[in-house]
């Protein structure tokens, strides 16, 4: 249940086939995992002995919603501030190591699987305390308050502690482990995890609003993206732009877990940045 794929580094051979499966198209995106060589790694003003592989940013033609980095924050290393932009809400989860995150003064230990909200505006700090790198995946998105919704609170889990949720009519083999209830409007999206077992399916093509990034964390399986059937294993991480067509076929020989996100809970916007209308005054 906690066997979760992190990126290996180094530098393919010279000797190796440039043949990948790296897909970048209009409506969807596949990174592979031999795409997180050390070539590729970002390092972070504020941050000592971290580095991180940045696979989804806002900007024309790619995500529009959210950033995702994969960190790698080696003993002793971390940061006591971590992001300059306080409109920033932040979701964490650790593949590897331990680190000891610090919301408003409140300090939290997270191991494989921890999970952290931190709500914009929230003061935080984190440090890599085990005698390994840290290695945990950070999610950044601009909060969009509503009318008369209050905004959301800090937390801190780990999945082993929740109980996933079964997708109706599929006999156990398709789950989802949500971190927060759907029905909060506080939160203006979702970060879960979704379990499929050896065989289990998405049966139709998907075709919603809601924008995602999926990073496989353990086994395989094939997707229907848009009008491609892809490949994907653990390492792998996909960017699905709204209404891009989707479905899968779990292959086994074990589970087939990706971290989800989507956004979820607010109004399409009409005006102002990514709209068609002249913003309010």
């Keep these: 249940m906690t066997d979760y794929h992190f990126p290996q580094g180094g530098l393919p051979p010279q000797t190796r086939l440039m043949t990948g499966r790296a897909v970048f198209t209009e409506a969807y995106a596949v990174i592979p995992k031999g795409c ?35 960190m790698e924050v080696s003993p002793g290393g971390g940061s006591d501030a971590p992001d300059p932009d306080l409109g920033a809400e932040h979701f964490l989860f650790v593949t590897d190591g331990l680190v ?15 999970y952290a909200y931190i709500p914009a505006g929230a003061q935080w700090t984190l440090l890599a305390e085990g005698p390994t790198p840290a290695r945990f995946h950070w999610l950044r998105k601009l909060y969009e308050p509503a009318p008369g919704v209050p905004v959301p609170q800090a937390f801190v889990t780990n999945e082993k502690l929740i109980t996933p949720i ?44 809601m924008e995602h990034g999926l990073y496989v964390l353990q086994g395989r399986a094939v997707y229907k993206l848009n009008q491609d059937w892809v490949e994907v294993e653990a390492g792998d991480f996909m960017w699905l732009r709204a209404y891009c067509p989707q479905a899968c076929y779990a292959a086994g020989p074990g589970p087939f877990r990706y971290l989800l996100y989507k956004d979820v809970n607010r109004h399409a ?13």
């Design 166 to 209: 079964t997708m109706p009519d599929t006999n156990g083999v398709w789950a989802t482990t949500r971190f927060v209830d759907p029905t909060d409007l506080s939160h203006d999206c979702h970060v879960n995890i979704v379990t499929f077992q050896p065989g289990g399916v998405i049966p139709f093509e998907e075709t919603h609003v």
């Design 36 to 70: 997180f060589s050390d070539i590729v790694v970002s390092y972070l003003p504020g941050w000592t002995q971290t580095r991180l592989w940045l696979i989804a940013r806002p900007m024309t033609g790619f995500s529009e919603t959210f950033s995702q980095y994969v």
């Design 269 to 281: 916007r009409l005006r102002g940045p990514g709209a068609f209308g002249a913003a309010l005054r």
């Design 100 to 114: 000891t995150v610090t919301i408003d003064g409140q300090g939290h230990d997270l191991d494989a699987g921890g």
